[in-house]
């Protein structure tokens, strides 16, 4: 690593503004560079001490910065450490008062802020980059940069301008900083705030405790594949991502011998609840989660993350698999995929994305001037159900083809938008391709997710874990130690079927006292691979507590086996091995079955005429939010979340985050105001 030995005055700072003894890594190297007045770009994930990057500059620099960040929660949050820390920060934001801001704004006058936070659309009120101009800030820090680029997921539109309106401050450096951001959106940042040769700060996104393994297999296969790969104790806690709710409820069923659970967002709140208190305490310790929903399960001692089908993009495996071994410790992600998995990916696409006429159909239902109201703008276009219409309205607004403000005033925008939206589609197709090529390279996997996310310092160290650093061994038949323990189980089971494992081992290891646990397990498990054999689950009371053990079962083949049967068992050397491919026949109590009598959520528009009081309450408060913010209402709130929240009317914090399409992060900003409507109602 190259020295970035701090210059003593950015040491200094860090330690009587801050109170940190020593830079972490990388944190040094950006602050010189953005001190010494270069642009740069700094992609570092959450946690690795982002703020420092221009906090510790912009002291340096002198005068103000000025910091763009997109949510207010967070501009406070800032805001209030930096007051804690005894540096002179203020904000400017719709949430404050109108003198309150325009004290901040003379303070900034009088140069004294060390720091002032704005929100994007501050810089489009009249007059606000005027006054910035005659008082220009010494550094200007842009956050959450990623929202200015359409091709990622929390694209802004005022943070798309923001390049534009810092035109007339072409003397301040500018650091753009973010958590996440693909080479396309780092190159798309740099573009939007024309970035002068900017440094960049790629950083971070080797996992060393993580080993990657991709597996093609067939769809049929996968059940039983995955089920060998966690009966090994030492995988779980496991998360196994499914591709769709319906698959992640059968997976639930089909992973047998484990307490597998399905978890995803078209369960009633209650069940989602029940799965997670089980999974976080440790009752069950396997979760079939869909992509959508995993986001809700935290976890540190993940042992194995499972994707039991092609994910849609690398960003989006990147950021599952690394749900694993947060807690340092080895863990595993193992990918099933094959080469049909993508036609899934092509369905969900084409519905994610109605097609360029609907969101022409909807565009042209606009009236020429002025705005008409989302909600009458449905109703004026025919031929377009609810679901596409507010995806359409959605796509729209993001490629500027409707501008909306006051949370629903929808008024034509520009021509042009028709390229972007077709060019967004386009990218999915790619990162679809690129998820393939993925599972199709050569190299070190660990290296190829860091090259893709443009980390081309860190990027051509092999990780040494992986399946491509190191090979699996391949499945070969039983060695002679193995096939004597196996005609020894074998008649011992015709002689008593039924017997659990434990005592099993104990009869093949007096038949001969090399062979490990774990080594019986696996033997086992090429038992049950061959049909010999079936693990059946079992549970007895003792003391008040349920103890669950594990009981084997001959099957017909196992009965008339004879030794050259015996001979062809193959076993699996490689590590994922330690497999007992468990067939059990035990209720999983925590599974939901399909067709369990229990609705479904309602995320039916129709249904908005039988929850009117506080469905109007919710759409009110949600309306005044989005004015807040700047952004069109179904941007704080989906119609389909505030259904979902009349429907299932949360009491709590932790009821709502299991309701469909609210994560921890919408909870976060707004479960407060939700709870008290739904408790008010
Ligand atoms: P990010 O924005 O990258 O998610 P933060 O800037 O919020 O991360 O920093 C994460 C935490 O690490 C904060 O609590 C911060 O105070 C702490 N931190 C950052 N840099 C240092 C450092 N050099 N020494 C000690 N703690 C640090
Ligand atoms: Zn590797």
């Given at each position: 690593m190259p020295d970035h030995s701090p210059s003593d005055r950015l040491l200094q700072l860090l330690q009587t503004r801050f109170g940190y003894s020593e830079f972490r890594p990388r944190q040094a190297a950006v602050c010189q560079a953005v001190a010494d007045g270069r642009d740069a770009l700094v992609v570092m994930p959450t946690g690795a001490g982002k703020s420092l990057c221009y906090q510790i500059p912009g002291l340096a620099r002198g005068g103000t910065t000025l910091?763009?960040?997109?949510?207010?929660?967070?501009?406070?949050?800032?805001?209030?450490?930096?007051?804690?820390?005894?540096?002179?920060?203020?904000?400017?934001?719709?949430?404050?008062?109108?003198?309150?801001?325009?004290?901040?704004?003379?303070?900034?006058?009088?140069?004294?802020?060390?720091?002032?936070?704005?929100?994007?659309?501050?810089?489009?009120?009249?007059?606000?980059?005027?006054?910035?101009?005659?008082?220009?800030?010494?550094?200007?820090?842009?956050d959450e940069a990623h929202c200015i680029s359409h091709w990622g997921h929390d694209f802004r539109p005022d943070y798309r301008l923001v390049g534009e309106r810092l035109e007339g401050l072409k003397n301040t450096p500018i650091v753009a900083l973010t958590a996440t951001a693909?080479?396309?959106?780092?190159?798309?940042?740099?573009?939007?705030?024309?970035l002068r040769d900017p440094s960049l700060f790629i950083h971070g996104f080797r996992r060393e405790n993580l080993a990657i393994q991709v597996v093609d297999a067939l769809p049929s296969e996968r059940a039983d594949r995955i089920s060998a790969v966690l009966a090994d104790p030492e995988r779980r806690p496991a998360i196994v991502y499914?591709?769709?709710?319906?698959?992640?409820?059968?997976?639930?069923?089909?992973?047998?011998?484990?307490?597998?659970?399905?978890?995803?967002?078209?369960?009633?709140?209650?069940?989602?609840?029940?799965?997670?208190?089980?999974?976080?305490?440790?009752?069950?310790?396997?979760?079939?989660?869909?992509?959508?929903?995993?986001?809700?399960?935290?976890?540190?001692?993940?042992?194995?993350?499972?994707?039991?089908?092609?994910?849609g993009s690398?960003?989006?495996?990147?950021?599952?698999?690394?749900?694993?071994?947060?807690?340092?410790?080895?863990?595993?992600?193992?990918?099933?995929?094959?080469?049909?998995?993508?036609?899934?990916?092509?369905?969900f696409l084409d519905r994610d994305h109605p097609d360029t006429a609907v969101l022409a159909k909807v565009r042209a239902a606009v009236p020429p001037?002025?705005?008409?109201?989302?909600?009458?703008?449905?109703?004026?276009?025919?031929?377009?159900?609810?679901?596409?219409?507010?995806?359409?309205?959605?796509?729209?607004?993001?490629?500027?083809?409707v501008k909306i403000e006051h949370g629903e005033a929808v008024s034509l925008g520009i021509e042009g938008w028709k390229k972007p939206y077709e060019e967004q589609r386009k990218h999915r197709l790619a990162q679809l391709d690129s998820m393939q090529a993925f599972t199709e390279s050569g190299g070190c996997r660990m290296t190829t997710l860091i090259r893709h996310f443009g980390d081309t310092e860190d990027g051509t160290r092999a990780c040494g874990i992986c399946d491509r650093c190191a090979p699996v061994a391949n499945v070969r038949v039983l060695d002679e130690l193995e096939r004597g323990i196996v005609a020894q189980t074998l008649a011992s089971l015709s002689g008593r079927d039924g017997q659990a494992v434990g005592r099993l081992f104990d009869e093949a290891t007096s038949f001969d006292s090399r062979v490990t646990r774990s080594g019986f397990e696996r033997i086992l498990s090429a038992l049950a691979r061959a049909r010999m054999i079936e693990v059946l689950q079992s549970e007895f009371e003792k003391d008040g507590k349920v103890i669950s053990y594990r009981r084997i079962a001959l099957l017909a083949a196992g009965k008339r086996a004879k030794a050259e049967d015996v001979a062809a068992i193959e076993i699996d050397g490689d590590s994922m091995a330690g497999a007992r491919a468990a067939k059990v026949k035990k209720k999983l109590g925590t599974t939901r079955r399909a067709g369990d009598g229990r609705a479904p959520v309602v995320a039916d528009p129709e249904r908005a005429s039988e929850l009117p009081k506080l469905f109007e309450d919710l759409r009110a408060w949600r309306l005044a939010e989005a004015k807040k913010k700047g952004v069109p209402a179904f941007r704080v709130l989906t119609d389909r979340v505030l259904y979902a929240i009349c429907e299932e009317r949360p009491t709590t914090e932790d009821a709502l985050r299991m309701v469909p399409g609210m994560g921890p992060k919408l909870v976060q900003a707004y479960g407060e105001a939700i709870l008290g409507r739904v408790n008010g109602a």
């Open positions: 910091v763009i960040s997109p949510l207010v929660a967070l501009i406070e949050d800032q805001v209030n450490r930096l007051l804690s820390r005894g540096v002179k920060a203020g904000r400017i934001h719709s949430g404050r008062g109108r003198e309150e801001s325009r004290e901040t704004f003379r303070s900034y006058l009088r140069g004294e802020l060390e720091f002032l936070f704005i929100a994007p659309e501050r810089l489009a009120v009249p007059g606000f980059a005027e006054m910035l101009k005659q008082h220009p800030p010494s550094l200007i820090a842009v693909t080479p396309l959106v780092q190159k798309d940042i740099c573009v939007q705030l024309k499914a591709p769709t709710r319906k698959k992640s409820e059968e997976l639930a069923r089909e992973l047998r011998g484990l307490k597998a659970a399905a978890y995803h967002a078209g369960m009633t709140s209650a069940d989602r609840e029940d799965v997670s208190v089980a999974f976080l305490n440790g009752t069950s310790d396997v979760i079939v989660a869909t992509v959508a929903f995993g986001m809700g399960i935290d976890k540190a001692n993940v042992r194995t993350v499972v994707h039991a089908a092609l994910p690398l960003e989006s495996y990147y950021q599952e698999i690394g749900r694993g071994g947060r807690d340092g410790l080895p863990s595993q992600a193992i990918l099933f995929h094959c080469y049909s998995d993508r036609k899934t990916h092509e369905f001037t002025g705005s008409v109201l989302a909600d009458e703008l449905r109703g004026s276009v025919r031929g377009v159900d609810a679901e596409d219409f507010e995806k359409a309205l959605e796509k729209l607004w993001m490629h500027g083809g």
